[in-house]
């Protein structure tokens, strides 16, 4: 299962349609990240080199022209050449022999030859598309290209009169998933479905076995289920916060014992394809919801399906904010960790100290996906093919001015929407959710460990 040649060149046939014309793009791959000395850290490709060819090898570049003199239509892929002795150390290389005809390139050209023919091939056109600032080595190469076209003698060579941001096109092109998109997407929901539905288990076995669970041994269950599915990597760094850690948002350490009585919070999602999915449950470590962690998550949950009722197209994703907003607020009132009314809270925003996030983002090959949320300084409408989170959380830090038996607890539930013509499809909702799902799964993993 992966995108097709013919997706990926109706892609680039779209980008170079909606680029003025005599135009050229660049689009770099992404580099091998130094982790220690001589080691990297796994490579992973760059989103938009992924979404244009779907090449996957480090320091490659994307050319397309759509000048008369190329017919309206060049695509020129630089990638390393093939080498058997740095093939044998670092891994096998496809390279431009082969690269043409695998990936549906016009011309492909070694990694080494780049800098020269790039002037060559910038020469006479209007205009440059390119990702000003997205990576340093790339801003070099352009000024470089640059720079030489404009110091060749006069009458030789002509640079283009501007550089334009390509991610203005590209980013709204990724914001629309095609239905080979959407299928990628469900599958890096059902693995994530499935690893936080193991991480549950598990900890309803330890609960049952009286045994300690780590935040580690957590984070290990979901990367297990992850890897076992054949998604080598989460799509971003996994959160599993246990007790007040589930207060700090981007919580990664993931190293201490959670104690018994305390919520959980794991936020995860694998990446199938370079597409991710981006889950987060809440649920009480010992298998059983105390009083007041029932009520907060009945309030946490409530307000996300309050909200989703807003996702369809023609609403905006402000709307489906604010009313998680009010729902969120007016239960802070009711239990007492706010005072006075709706209105005023809302006006002066005191749910900001409980909820401090926004609702959602667009969600694609990156976990914080491209796309603009305004268009004219107006909330833009939601769309039959956009894909985001809805991920409303209450958290109420152990030094928070309420009841002590409120604090240290912190609640986010999110799931993963797809827009449709009418309304959404949860690619996610098969993860226990209500309290009586989570106590149940837990609860049965216990009996199974039993008998
Ligand atoms: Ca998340």
Same mark, same amino acid.
């Given at each position: 299962?992966?995108?097709?040649?013919?997706?990926?060149?109706?892609?680039?046939?779209?980008?170079?349609?909606?680029?003025?014309?005599?135009?050229?793009?660049?689009?770099? &791959?992404?580099?091998?990240?130094?982790?220690?000395?001589?080691?990297?850290?796994?490579?992973?490709?760059?989103?938009?080199?992924?979404?244009?060819? =779907?090449?996957?090898?480090?320091?490659?570049?994307?050319?397309?022209?759509?000048?008369?003199? *190329?017919?309206?239509?060049?695509?020129?892929?630089?990638?390393?050449?093939?080498?058997?002795?740095?093939?044998?150390?670092?891994?096998?290389?496809?390279?431009?022999?082969?690269?043409?005809?695998?990936?549906? #390139?016009?011309?492909? %050209?070694?990694?080494?030859?780049?800098? $020269?023919?790039?002037?060559?091939?910038?020469?006479?056109?209007?205009?440059?598309?390119?990702?000003? =600032?997205?990576?340093?080595?790339?801003?070099?190469?352009? !000024?470089?290209?640059?720079?030489?076209?404009?110091?060749?003698?006069?009458?030789?060579?002509?640079?283009?009169?501007?550089?334009?941001?390509?991610?203005?096109?590209?980013? !709204?092109?990724?914001?629309?998933?095609?239905?080979? !998109?959407?299928?990628?997407?469900?599958?890096?929901?059902?693995?994530?479905?499935?690893?936080?539905?193991? &991480?549950?288990?598990?900890?309803?076995?330890?609960?049952?076995?009286?045994?300690?669970?780590?935040?580690?041994?957590?984070?290990?269950?979901?990367?297990?289920?992850?890897?076992?599915?054949?998604?080598?990597?989460?799509?971003?760094?996994?959160?599993?916060?246990?007790?007040?850690?589930?207060?700090?948002?981007?919580?990664?350490?993931?190293?201490?014992?959670?104690?018994?009585?305390?919520?959980?919070? #794991?936020?995860?999602?694998?990446?199938?394809?370079?597409?991710?999915?981006? #889950?987060?449950?809440?649920?009480?470590?010992?298998?059983?919801?105390?009083?007041?962690?029932?009520?907060?998550?009945?309030?946490?949950?409530?307000?996300?399906?309050?909200?989703?009722?807003?996702?369809?197209?023609?609403?905006?994703?402000?709307?489906?904010?604010?009313?998680?907003?009010?729902?969120?607020?007016? =239960?802070?009132?009711?239990? =007492?960790?706010?005072?006075?009314?709706?209105?005023?809270?809302?006006?002066?925003?005191? *749910?900001?100290?409980?909820?401090?996030?926004?609702? $959602?983002?667009?969600?694609?090959?990156?976990?914080?996906?491209?796309?603009?949320?305004?268009?004219?300084?107006?909330?833009?409408?939601?769309?039959?093919?956009?894909?985001?989170?809805?991920?409303?959380?209450?958290?109420?830090?152990?030094?928070?001015?309420?009841?002590?038996?409120?604090?240290?607890?912190?609640?986010?539930? !999110?799931?993963?929407?797809?827009?449709?013509?009418?309304?959404?499809?949860? %690619?996610?909702?098969?993860?226990?959710?209500?309290?009586?799902?989570?106590?149940?799964?837990?609860?049965?993993?216990?009996?199974?460990?039993?008998?």
């Amino acid at each position: 299962m992966q995108i097709s040649d013919s997706e990926f060149q109706a892609r680039r046939s779209a980008l170079l349609k909606q680029m003025q014309p005599d135009s050229i793009a660049l689009i770099p &791959a992404a580099q091998l990240v130094t982790r220690s000395r001589d080691t990297e850290f796994p490579f992973r490709q760059d989103s938009y080199f992924q979404y244009m060819c =779907g090449f996957p090898e480090p320091d490659a570049c994307l050319v397309l022209s759509n000048h008369g003199r *190329y017919n309206q239509k060049l695509s020129v892929l630089f990638c390393l050449a093939k080498d058997p002795v740095a093939e044998v150390w670092q891994g096998r290389r496809i390279g431009p022999e082969q690269a043409t005809d695998k990936f549906s #390139i016009d011309l492909a %050209l070694p990694l080494d030859e780049m800098s $020269g023919e790039l002037i060559d091939l910038v020469d006479g056109h209007q205009h440059l598309y390119f990702a000003t =600032g997205h990576s340093q080595a790339a801003d070099e190469l352009v !000024e470089q290209v640059m720079t030489s076209l404009r110091g060749a003698p006069k009458q030789t060579k002509q640079a283009p009169t501007s550089v334009v941001d390509i991610r203005v096109i590209l980013d !709204e092109m990724r914001l629309h998933k095609s239905p080979k !998109e959407i299928q990628m997407m469900q599958k890096a929901s059902a693995i994530s479905v499935a690893a936080h539905s193991r &991480a549950m288990r598990f900890s309803g076995k330890c609960a049952q076995a009286n045994q300690p669970v780590l935040e580690a041994q957590l984070e290990a269950e979901i990367h297990h289920e992850f890897a076992m599915q054949g998604a080598k990597y989460p799509a971003y760094g996994t959160i599993v916060g246990g007790g007040d850690n589930a207060c700090i948002l981007h919580y990664t350490e993931n190293n201490q014992v959670i104690n018994s009585g305390d919520l959980v919070l #794991i936020d995860a999602g694998c990446e199938w394809q370079g597409y991710a999915a981006d #889950i987060t449950r809440t649920f009480p470590v010992n298998g059983v919801f105390s009083p007041e962690q029932k009520q907060l998550y009945q309030l946490v949950l409530d307000a996300q399906l309050a909200s989703f009722n807003w996702i369809k197209p023609g609403n905006t994703l402000k709307q489906a904010t604010d009313c998680a907003i009010q729902v969120i607020t007016q =239960g802070l009132i009711e239990l =007492g960790l706010l005072s006075g009314s709706l209105e005023d809270n809302i006006e002066e925003q005191t *749910y900001r100290a409980f909820f401090m996030h926004g609702l $959602g983002h667009w969600l694609g090959l990156d976990v914080h996906d491209v796309g603009q949320y305004k268009q004219g300084g107006q909330d833009r409408p939601l769309s039959s093919g956009m894909v985001l989170t809805i991920e409303p959380g209450i958290y109420v830090s152990p030094d928070a001015d309420v009841a002590p038996k409120w604090q240290g607890m912190g609640i986010r539930i !999110e799931d993963n929407l797809l827009v449709t013509d009418t309304g959404y499809v949860n %690619l996610t909702e098969c993860v226990p959710k209500t309290i009586a799902e989570i106590e149940g799964l837990m609860a049965v993993s216990s009996e199974s460990h039993n008998g």
